[in-house]
């Protein structure tokens, strides 16, 4: 049963002998077409439908209003993606017939011949056009005109509906239908080409009548419908971000159930905007972990103020630097757009910081905006990765990509019914790296675990990996002594007087050099925790230079006599 969401809702049935009309017509008119696609994320077929329903819109822009309704086996989501499913989907689909997808319904009519079953409403998207063009051609007992807001300090959306009969109705008493829509809204899509960033249109995300709209108790001749309703507009449906930009309000009459004699279409204006110039950095796209050292950030920006953006110098650093880029565009009130910024060299860190900064405005609150992102784990030349196989290897792919995206090493998949340990030793040159783990079954596996040979653990799964990860790590090109550990050698004392100790340095070499540069004292191979004898250098400032397996880190010291 439907439950009605919590709003305010005032309406009021009079006849056009006391109040006259605002917005509506009066005249006798043809009907206005409401198609409502059913369609789902896993369609393939669904995008075409998409196209030949925009393109009738397109051909009749005031007179076609298309609703998207996610329903079916094709819309349900798998893990990870957005569910477009609404309360009203199963009960409308119900009453059509469907037995394929995409199908639709043109004003809920019957069309013999073209219907998926006889006797039903839903027609495939071939048939769509030419149904549109014949309901355009047939007059309607009632015209529906329909009109909207959004104060967008309080997310209020203010619906205004108007109906006004101009002759009988075939059916005493008529069903008031107000659906909410989004557009624009980025998600996946099995077939269109776009992959996860199709752009889906005209999606039905509530009723605000209900399911089957309200009562209109008089449908005679001369009879005038006027209905305001006010709806709060949620953060979200079902987890999918809403955008108050992206709205949109189909307003149709029904006989019952079935039997749309037309309907109207309107987006909705927008107040409570109190700023005439306001940009405002909504988000930095998250930035995953990395060890590449070229970045290009992408950046939503969104105005909030009254007047259009048409140029911005966006200033971002990097780990400090600076950098500044001229975007030029336009971006309309409460509308956003995502910017990617010029690709830019920086130095990576363990912890790498990015801001953005937007010139001053009238509001220089929502002007910058910071992320951070881990730099990938760095290694040796020599990686060990150990793969445990359960029942299902024939599932299992794996891949090992060096920075152009060439996959140098790879493996999968592997028999059936045979659980084993899959022990694999990459020589790896100083570079950028990406290892893939796939399951086609999209269920995971084995744990799998990548180490260099001095021990650092480069990536590891406990086989939670659904149908698969991607992971970057990068190595030195060198076997033994990362950099790390290099520089994780300590002098103390410093300043010293008499001797020096050096730790940490096992098997490394040692060069002394006063602040000119001079060679002072040279020595190979010491021990992890040396000594050297300064009691004879003069007192100063000293450069002590340690490699080891071609890695070279310089450590300064102080004597003091």
């Not at 050096?502 to 021990?527: C, H, W």
Request: proline share 6%; with cysteine; glycine share 8%.
């Amino acid at each position: 049963m439907f439950k009605k969401l919590s709003l305010s809702l005032f309406f009021a049935l009079f006849a056009c002998a006391t109040y006259a009309q605002t917005i509506v017509s009066t005249s006798p008119q043809d009907q206005n077409v409401v198609l409502e696609e059913f369609t789902g994320i896993h369609c393939p077929y669904c995008p075409d439908g998409h196209a030949i329903a925009k393109s009738i819109q397109d051909a009749h822009p005031d007179r076609v209003s298309l609703i998207n309704i996610h329903v079916g086996g094709y819309a349900v989501p798998s893990s990870g993606e957005p569910d477009f499913r609404t309360p009203y989907g199963s009960a409308i689909v119900g009453q059509t017939g469907l037995t394929g997808y995409p199908s639709g319904t043109i004003n809920r009519h019957v069309f013999p011949g073209r219907e998926n079953t006889p006797g039903g409403t839903a027609i495939y998207r071939n048939f769509w056009a030419q149904s549109s063009n014949e309901t355009m051609a047939i007059g309607s007992a009632v015209n529906v005109a329909v009109e909207a807001s959004i104060e967008v300090t309080t997310n209020v959306l203010t619906v205004h509906v108007e109906g006004y009969y101009t002759s009988n109705s075939p059916q005493s008493t008529n069903l008031l239908n107000v659906a909410l829509l989004q557009n624009n809204t980025k998600g996946p899509q099995t077939g269109g080409g776009a992959g996860n960033n199709y752009n889906h249109m005209h999606r039905l995300v509530e009723m605000i009548t209900g399911q089957w709209g309200e009562v209109i108790n008089t449908t005679t001749a001369n009879t005038f419908v006027d209905r305001t309703y006010t709806y709060p507009i949620p953060a979200d449906y079902n987890g999918v971000p809403t955008e108050l930009a992206d709205m949109e309000v189909v307003a149709y009459i029904t006989n019952t159930h079935q039997e749309t004699p037309s309907g109207n279409r309107a987006y909705p204006s927008y107040t409570g905007l109190t700023n005439a110039n306001d940009a405002n950095v909504r988000s930095i796209t998250e930035i995953p972990t990395t060890c590449k050292t070229n970045l290009a950030p992408e950046i939503n920006i969104q105005n909030l103020g009254q007047n259009p953006l048409t140029s911005l110098a966006i200033d971002y650093t990097i780990n400090g630097e600076d950098h500044t880029y001229n975007w030029s565009g336009t971006i309309l009130s409460l509308h956003s757009e995502t910017v990617e910024l010029p690709e830019v060299p920086y130095t990576i860190q363990g912890t790498n910081t990015v801001v953005v900064t937007l010139p001053n405005d009238d509001n220089n609150s929502n002007n910058s905006a910071t992320t951070t992102f881990a730099q990938a784990p760095r290694g040796t030349s020599m990686v060990t990765m150990e793969l445990h196989i359960d029942n299902n290897g024939a599932q299992t792919r794996w891949y090992v990509y060096d920075s152009n995206g060439t996959a140098i090493y790879h493996g999968g998949p592997y028999p059936n019914n045979s659980p084993q340990i899959i022990t694999e030793v990459f020589d790896l040159p100083a570079d950028c790296y990406e290892f893939r783990i796939l399951d086609t079954a999209s269920n995971g596996g084995g744990e799998i675990t990548l180490t260099d040979n001095q021990g650092t653990q480069l990536y590891h799964t406990n086989g939670n990996y659904g149908n698969g990860e991607r992971s970057p790590f990068s190595s030195n090109g060198l076997l033994g002594v990362t950099q790390n550990q290099l520089d994780n050698i300590s002098l103390y004392p410093n300043p010293a007087s008499t001797t020096l100790n050096i730790n940490g340095a096992e098997n490394a070499n040692v060069q002394v050099f006063d602040i000119l540069g001079k060679l002072i004292l040279s020595q190979e191979n010491i021990s992890m925790d040396a000594q050297i004898n300064v009691s004879q250098f003069q007192t100063g400032t000293y450069f002590m230079k340690i490699s080891k397996d071609n890695l070279v880190t310089t450590k300064r010291f102080l004597i003091s006599q």
